[in-house]
């Protein structure tokens, strides 16, 4: 699989669409700050991402979506001071799944 960790960033307006934002990125990954997720996935998976996000966002609002190579993911420092970003991919991996009503 050719799978490898981004960085993805919004900054979205308005309250709904916002929440919708974070529904969305959090079946693909793991907050890692307010609006800032970390997700491990293909290209493939991240063009499923920003098709499901553009459905959502609108003119106004800004997404980034960093691509990490895995020496720059290893020197990635959390608060604690590690580096909590597994250089090699699990075997497994649930993307997307998120409830819609």
């Known amino acids: 699989m050719n799978r490898r960790w981004y960085l993805i960033g919004y900054d979205v307006r308005d309250a709904k669409r916002l929440r919708k934002t974070a ?3 959090k079946g693909y ?3 890692f700050q307010y609006s800032i997720f970390r997700v491990q996935a293909t ?3 991240i ?3 920003r ?3 553009s459905q959502i ?3 106004e609002d800004h997404l980034m ?3 990490l190579c895995p020496q720059c993911a290893e020197g ?3 608060d604690s001071g590690e580096c909590q970003w597994e250089p090699e991919p699990p075997n497994f991996q649930i993307i997307g799944g998120q409830f819609k009503e």
């Open 23 to 25: 529904n969305v990125l």
């Open 29 to 31: 990954g793991l907050r």
């Open 43 to 45: 290209p493939k998976q």
């Open 47 to 49: 063009e499923r991402l």
């Open 51 to 53: 098709w499901e996000l």
């Open 57 to 59: 966002l609108e003119d």
């Open 65 to 67: 979506i960093v691509g």
């Open 76 to 78: 990635v420092i959390e």
